[in-house]
């Protein structure tokens, strides 16, 4: 039996997983699936930040389209660590195609004009 | 300048209260002091928003973006870079408003909804003992910088409380190549989310100090070691528990407060614990034509929830101002008992009791199981049953008109079930 804290949304249910993986106290299908591949292979969605060139917004947020596996967030990290965006970029345009080989994309969760005055 | 409804603060409450309160015939202004609309929520970069609203979800600054975008097809007229300084009202409200563009003016409006959110505690709101190096500030502001400026603030942190925010700059600032040595609270559970708890502090085995406070402090210029220690039931610190820890900066995340300061002149009937008006279930206060909500009323856990709380704020607004309505006799608080620590509405009117009203709760303590009756006239017209609750979780429920026995108060009653 292993205890654990939902995390698919707010509400936070708590589950049990058993031996053979069956999962109870979710109160929806995400929380089975999270405690499964929590229990297999712990994935997360990545956020933060990357540099730009504009002066009004410094910073692009981005973030991983889907969950990646746990393990590596600190290599993307360094990976983001050398890009600067110095075009324009909309909401949903991707930063980093694949990331790391997992197949899931960087995208942009803001869109930034470079240059407003232009 | 003359409007209908002035909307003062363009964040996640007040784009929602406009979308609602747009009509034809009505002159809607939103107010936003920021250079850009969304407030806090283009700060907060991490996932979680809009899985009440959107069934989807998204990072902060991507919620903003649906009702902005939204916002911006409305052609709803809003004026940025902008800030209320004075307010009166005799008739109409008359507010003096001032930017760097227009220099000082006046707007007078029929209305005004007031989503201004809510502001951080610092140090001088929990006295923290010790010396004033630099080094110590809320969460939110440390948030501001690396999200919004990209400035890390320190590399060494603790962080005092263990609100949302500091749980989730805990994570952030590892990400970002500090180290985070610890997060002490004082009550002897945690005082944010559950999951945040376990995917900013488990996953990066960041320490969490239950019923620990903050007891001194050192660094002559830049902060250098602070002090930590076990409290009594009674929040006493107890002798022999200190513990050290070399920082350079100190978090806090010790509670928000509902910004309503800019109303203080208008006199309107008060709430002591949410800090913030007494208001119906339309969201407005005992000021006729003043409705407040979002953080500036009481503060959320969630996002979608002050979308939806502002939303039906926006509505009574625009009832308020297309029709006259006739005094109401019949409202009456809400009473509760002492498990639990707040309920918002406090008043309900019974004369314009129609369909349901959402009341928002917090509860006193944490418990396992309970149930909650709605009770009237001494009858239980409700129930509902729930566990683990916290205080940290905002609670609910539902109350429908056609329940109602009569028109006399109605009283929240959460009963503990001991299992």
Do not use: W
Not at chain 2, 79 to 105: A, I, Y
């Amino acid at each position: 039996m292993t205890k654990m804290i939902c995390i698919a949304c707010p509400v936070g249910c708590h589950l049990l997983v058993d031996d053979e993986m069956h999962v109870s106290g979710n109160k929806c299908m995400r929380g089975e699936k999270y405690a499964i591949e929590e229990m297999t292979h712990p994935t997360r969605i990545l956020t933060t930040t990357v540099k730009t060139t504009s002066l009004l917004t410094p910073r692009l947020s981005v973030k991983t389209k889907d969950p990646i596996p746990k393990e590596l967030i600190f290599e993307a990290l360094q990976l983001l660590e050398g890009i600067i965006i110095d075009n324009d970029v909309k909401i949903g345009d991707v930063v980093i195609p694949n990331i790391l080989n997992t197949g899931i994309d960087m995208v942009a969760t803001k869109s930034v004009t470079i240059n407003p005055f232009h | 300048m003359k409007k209908d409804l002035v909307i003062i603060g363009g964040g996640a409450a007040g784009l929602a209260a406009a979308l609602s309160a747009n009509h034809p015939d009505i002159h809607i202004l939103v107010i936003e002091r920021e250079k850009a609309l969304g407030g806090i929520l283009n700060q907060c970069i991490h996932n979680g928003f809009g899985l009440h609203v959107f069934k989807e979800e998204l990072t902060g600054p991507e919620y903003a973006s649906r009702y902005m975008d939204e916002f911006l097809k409305m052609n709803i007229e809003f004026l940025l870079d902008t800030t209320v300084v004075d307010v009166k009202k005799n008739d109409d409200f008359e507010l003096t408003v001032s930017s760097f563009e227009n220099g000082l003016f006046k707007i007078n409006a029929k209305a005004v909804i007031l989503s201004s959110g809510c502001y951080e505690r610092t140090r001088g709101s929990i006295a923290i003992p010790g010396e004033r190096p630099k080094g110590i500030m809320p969460a939110g502001s440390a948030q501001r910088y690396l999200n919004m400026d990209g400035y890390l603030v320190g590399k060494r942190i603790f962080i005092l409380g263990s609100g949302d925010i500091g749980l989730i700059m805990a994570r952030r600032m590892t990400l970002e190549g500090a180290k985070v040595l610890g997060v002490a609270e004082i009550m002897p559970y945690s005082n944010g989310l559950t999951r945040n708890i376990v995917q900013c502090l488990n996953d990066f085995d960041i320490p969490l100090y239950l019923s620990h406070t903050v007891t001194n402090v050192k660094g002559k210029d830049r902060l250098e070691q602070i002090t930590i220690q076990e409290v009594d039931s009674q929040f006493n610190p107890i002798e022999n528990t200190e513990k050290n820890f070399d920082v350079d900066t100190l978090l806090l995340s010790v509670g928000l407060v509902p910004d309503i300061s800019l109303f203080d002149s208008l006199d309107f009937k008060r709430d002591a614990v949410t800090k913030s008006a007494v208001v119906n279930q339309f969201y407005e206060t005992s000021v006729s034509g003043l409705f407040i909500c979002g953080n500036a009323l009481h503060v959320h856990d969630l996002a979608d929830y002050v979308s939806v709380e502002s939303e039906k704020a926006g509505k009574s607004a625009q009832k308020y101002i297309l029709n006259s309505k006739e005094p109401s006799k019949q409202i009456h608080p809400i009473e509760f008992n002492s498990n639990i620590r707040y309920v918002v509405p406090q008043l309900i009117d019974f004369d314009q009791f129609k369909d349901s009203i959402d009341l928002s709760f917090r509860v006193s303590k944490k418990m396992d199981s309970a149930i909650f009756k709605i009770m009237q006239n001494g009858q239980v017209i409700s129930t509902k049953r729930a566990k683990n609750l916290a205080p940290a979780e905002m609670e609910k429920i539902n109350l429908k008109s056609v329940t109602l026995v009569d028109q006399s108060p109605i009283s929240l009653i959460l009963e503990e079930v001991i299992l």
